[in-house]
Nanobody
Framework: VQLQASGGGLVQPGGSLRLSCAASGSIFSINATGWYRQAPGKRRELVAL???????NYADSVKGRFTISRDNAKNTWYLQMNSLKPEDTAVYYC????????WGQGTLVTVSS
């Protein structure tokens, strides 16, 4: 199973980005999927999770600004990030639980003026 994350980039404070993560390979069923992030000098932290039944869970720091969604038919999930702040700057990693746990390669999000 391979996960390919995309959509990162440089954005000004208050701007928006949408991250995508596409899963490929021998996938029978994906359960939870989500996004984590790691800022320089900090530990990786949970950003958002979405279950196969579309239940969601968000870090307090992103509630009301970020929205996670998924397209089960495409084995793809998304993170819509609005009202971005400089403290959102990090490498964002997508993950999936499909029996085992799988991770994407990370995509850099930089929020700066």
């Amino acid at each position: 199973v391979q996960l390919q994350a995309s959509g990162g980039g440089l954005v000004q404070p208050g701007g928006s980005l949408r991250l995508s993560c596409a899963a490929s390979g021998s996938i029978f069923s994906i359960n939870a999927t989500g996004w984590y992030r790691q800022a320089p000098g900090k530990r990786r932290e949970l950003v958002a999770l979405i279950s196969s039944g579309s239940s969601t869970n968000y870090a307090d720091s992103v509630k009301g600004r970020f929205t996670i969604s998924r397209d089960n038919a495409k084995n793809t999930w998304y993170l819509q990030m609005n009202s971005l702040k400089p403290e959102d700057t990090a490498v964002y990693y997508c993950m999936a639980v499909a029996g085992d746990e799988y991770w994407g390669q990370g995509t850099l999000v930089t929020v700066s003026s």
